[in-house]
């Protein structure tokens, strides 16, 4: 029960649903913890990455993977929300000519009605009451942009960017434009065209993850939290231990070599 599900999300479905529909497969309150890596608009579709299990002590390691979309900018309209499912007004602008998609690190404002949380709550529910809210500019990063097709005043993007872009935002920032489709195809090493599969909990790891090899007393010491030394591991960032029975945790580089486990996957 140990691992990542892979799914593709269908519009007008909230994340939170999805994961309430897959935590009932397994068993509900009485089978494994069940969470996600990261939230999909609900008019957005494409790759969530259900954790089951211990997989849920790995969420922000999963979270902070890079992101690709596909995206329809809808050019000469603005939204209230900045997709299709907020209030539209046309503003009859053309499409920019040359239309410059930027790269590189960019800030941008998270959208009012996102579910970034504000005093501890989420900001679409403070909107939703008609509160304003304004969120700080974040710093993101874009490592690609192009267009990829042109119909009218819609404008089709591929975007792979950073954990915490909003695409909603980098597509209002282009001129009078909203998002009107979004879809999600890669999630770090993981990609739409393979929702439906489970990947074990040690596979995934290794996919995002360098890993250092243990054995004997040092995976018995590492499995209970104590740092251990791995010749060849990485000096910087965090690194997956193993040994001939699976992933035994998460760990972070300490002085004099040490590699201090973090967080465990052999406890209850």
């Known amino acids: 029960m140990d691992g990542v599900l892979l799914v593709d999300k269908p519009a007008g479905k909230t994340s939170h649903a999805v994961v309430a529909a897959v935590r009932r497969e397994h068993g509900g309150r009485k089978g494994p913890k069940v969470g996600h890596a990261g939230t999909l608009d609900p008019f957005a579709t494409g790759l969530l990455l259900v954790l089951l299990g211990r997989a849920t002590r790995a969420q922000r390691f999963l979270m902070a993977l890079p992101k690709t979309y596909e995206a329809v900018a809808r050019f000469g309209a603005v939204s209230s929300t900045g997709d299709p499912e907020g209030e539209i007004a046309e503003t009859g602008a053309p499409v920019p000519d040359p239309l410059v998609l930027p790269t590189g690190a960019i800030r941008q404002r998270p959208p009012a009605y996102s579910a970034v949380k504000v005093g501890g709550e989420r900001a679409y529910r403070l909107a939703r009451r008609g509160e304003e809210v304004e969120l700080p500019e974040r710093a993101v990063t874009v490592y690609h942009a192009q267009e990829t097709r042109r119909d009218g005043r819609r404008v089709g993007l591929e975007v792979r960017c950073s954990a915490g ?63 251990v030394v791995a010749p060849h591991a990485p000096a910087a960032g965090p690194v997956l231990l193993v040994d001939g029975d699976g992933p035994i945790a998460i760990a972070e580089p300490r002085d004099g070599g040490l590699l201090k486990p973090t967080v465990g996957f052999r406890g209850a």
């Open 165 to 227: 872009t909003y695409v909603r935002s980098y597509v209002a920032d282009l001129g009078d434009a909203y998002c009107e489709a979004l879809r999600r195809t890669a999630i770090g090493p993981f990609r739409v065209e393979d929702a439906g599969r489970e990947v074990p909990l040690g596979d995934a790891l290794r996919a995002v993850l360098p890993v250092a090899e243990l054995e004997g007393d040092d995976a018995r010491r590492a499995s209970h939290g104590v740092a």
